[in-house]
């Protein structure tokens, strides 16, 4: 509780901002829930509790998105994050999200100049030859300056904002606390698994944080592409990325395939706060009109995008989970280059693999293999599987007979996940990016050419993904690992036999069997026991009021003995209590009845 009281006071400024906010965009009573108008009220900040017309006319989805602009960084952030979980929101929830961008007014120079030098270890000026003071862009957590190297290199130096992680960690403190309350509530907005998605923001934004970790990520993906071209495609000699980064940090080499190019990392001044990059001279995604002036060919760069993009997700399991066109250069020769590497997806090999059939059974129209995947993917949930594959059955079979250059897997993929958000099912995390990631892909493709035939592309990929999974020394990999894991469950086998044993000799042996069924039964049980008892307490009374009330002397009231009366008055309560105790009971098992 003393901890909680100094948190608060620590944070009352920025609370008070953000109970404002919520108030004004509608949201009173969720700061009334989280106790904050109490904490504010207590010390002396006082709250405008009206509701502006305007804002009180718009949709919820629209006033969310109003508030998460209006608290600042960490929440636009937070939005961009809600705006990857296209299992939990509906789509006008997503375009609201998108529609927040990560665009502030940079930080004064003198206050960068000053957080360079300490970790540069000497002022800009001294360390490049040249250092544009005026940046190239600003975000939330961090301003880009164009510099030259001494050796007339051209690169980009990423700065984290002066004092930003000590804001972020008082937005994430506050967020962890709303994130309960919206999932424990039971308003309009308790059903989005707040709790799972904030924790999937702290863990995103943390990383965002370490400027180290980004540049670590970007080598990892440009060793993923080393040697990489159009024929390259070969999942069948998977690429070892930790020892390609190793040996180039080594040896100074920077990254590059003949069509993938990723930024090179100069480690000598990067840090967690600074990060310094090869400047990619390239035309911007968003800026078509250039692509056509510059002579390269859009459907060969859509094809590339896309045969990269899937490269990453089934081969590489580590990918660009924002693959938007603000993060992606077009160069000549149709060479394309990715930058900003701080959201970043990982997968397993299994489900790699999970990915790889759901796809494959999408495109081919394969309604038990979609199913079959998607039962995996709901682990515990409630579902009504009968129903589901019904749904997704019919899902399937209207793309059957469509050629695929006709099939938008993106909207398909779209379609697939509205289906689960209509049985309230959620992906996992790690899902969540893979769907925006390739959802975002097919955009960008399309407005490359109109006429890309994703689905067409991506076959012969996931074929060589799906052959590469059953390869012989792919297969022999995995026998070896379940040997090694079966060895070693068998020599432990002797070992833990005799703590078992040694267990059951001393009287120490527990055994925890838990069936729903008998949980159930013994619940019903101890109800019924307790309504027989309070019957009989009920009856004992009844009686024993009897018989006062034919007992003459002591007091009396209206005529009648009062020790009797209020008996009765006792018996009356305890019926009445005992009535609506059984009636509550029928209803629930009515209810629990399938």
């Not at 969310?64 to 939005?79: H, S």
């Not at 994430?172 to 989005?192: D, I, M, P, Q």
């Not at 799972?196 to 970007?218: I, K």
């Not at 592309?457 to 690992?481: C, F, I, M």
Request: hydrophobic share 45%; with cysteine.
């Amino acid at each position: 509780m003393l901890w909680q009281a100094l948190t608060a006071a620590r944070d009352l400024g920025r609370l008070h901002e953000i109970a404002s906010i919520l108030i004004r965009h509608g949201f009173g009573d969720m700061v009334r829930r989280m106790g904050l108008a109490n904490v504010l009220e207590t010390a002396g900040r006082a709250l405008h509790w009206s509701e502006p017309g305007e804002l009180a006319q718009l949709e919820t989805h629209a006033r969310v998105r109003r508030a998460l602009e209006e608290m600042g960084p960490t929440f636009v952030k937070l939005g961009q994050i809600l705006a990857t979980r296209v299992d939990l929101f509906d789509p006008e929830w997503i375009v609201e999200f998108s529609k927040l961008q990560d665009s502030t007014p940079p930080s004064p120079y003198p206050e960068i100049h000053r957080q360079l030098t300490e970790d540069l270890g000497a002022p800009p000026e001294e360390v490049f030859t040249a250092f544009d003071p005026d940046p190239l862009a600003a975000g939330s957590i961090a301003q880009v300056h164009r510099a030259r190297l001494e050796d007339g290199s051209e690169v980009v130096v990423k700065v984290r904002r002066p004092g930003v992680r000590t804001v972020v960690e008082a937005d994430l403190r506050w967020l962890s606390k709303l994130a309960e309350v919206l999932e424990t509530g039971n308003s309009e907005l308790s059903h989005f698994h707040w709790q799972e998605v904030v924790g999937q923001f702290t863990q995103s934004l943390r990383r965002e944080l370490d400027f180290g970790a980004e540049c670590r990520n970007a080598e990892r993906i440009a060793a993923n592409f080393e040697g990489y071209s159009d024929s390259a495609f070969s999942p069948q000699s998977p690429h070892q990325p930790h020892d390609h980064a190793a040996e180039a940090l080594a040896t100074g080499q920077s990254f590059a395939s003949s069509i993938i190019v990723i930024p090179k990392v100069y480690w000598r001044w990067t840090s967690e706060r600074v990060c310094v990059q090869e400047y990619i001279n390239g035309i911007p995604g968003r800026d078509l009109a250039a692509v056509d002036r510059a002579g390269l060919d859009r459907k060969v760069l859509a094809r590339r995008g896309v045969a990269a993009v899937i490269k990453m997700i089934t081969i590489d399991g580590f990918f660009h989970a924002d693959p938007h066109p603000g993060n992606v250069f077009y160069l000549s020769g149709n060479r394309i280059a990715f930058i900003d590497f701080g959201m970043v997806g990982r997968l397993t090999e299994d489900r790699r693999h999970q990915l790889i059939l759901l796809l494959l059974g999408l495109v081919e129209q394969e309604a038990p293999r979609v199913t079959d995947v998607l039962l995996g993917w709901t682990g515990d949930d409630e579902v009504n599987e009968k129903r589901l594959t019904a749904e997704i059955q019919t899902f399937v079979d209207q793309y059957v007979g469509v050629p695929l250059k006709q099939i938008k897997l993106g909207d398909m993929l779209a379609d697939l996940v509205g289906i689960l958000r209509g049985h309230r099912l959620h992906l996992p995390s790690d899902l969540a990016l893979f769907f925006k990631a390739f959802i975002s892909l097919e955009g960008m493709g399309r407005e490359l050419d109109p006429n890309l035939d994703i689905a067409g592309e991506a076959l012969p990929l996931l074929g060589d993904a799906l052959r590469a999974h059953y390869a012989p020394s792919v297969v022999t990999k995995r026998g070896l690992r379940v040997a090694s894991d079966l060895t070693s469950l068998v020599a432990d086998l002797p070992r833990d036999l005799s703590k078992l044993v040694r267990a059951a000799r001393q009287g120490k042996l527990d055994l925890h069997i838990e069936l729903a069924q008998l949980k159930y039964l013994g619940d019903q049980l101890g109800g019924a026991a307790n309504r027989l008892v309070i019957g009989i307490v009920v009856a004992a009374i009844i009686v024993g009021s009897s018989i006062i009330m034919m007992v003459s002397g002591g007091p009396t009231l209206l005529g009648l003995p009062l020790f009797g009366l209020i008996g009765y008055l006792c018996a009356t309560v305890g019926g009445v209590w005992l009535m609506l105790s059984i009636s509550r009971s029928n209803k629930a098992d009515r209810q629990k009845k399938p």
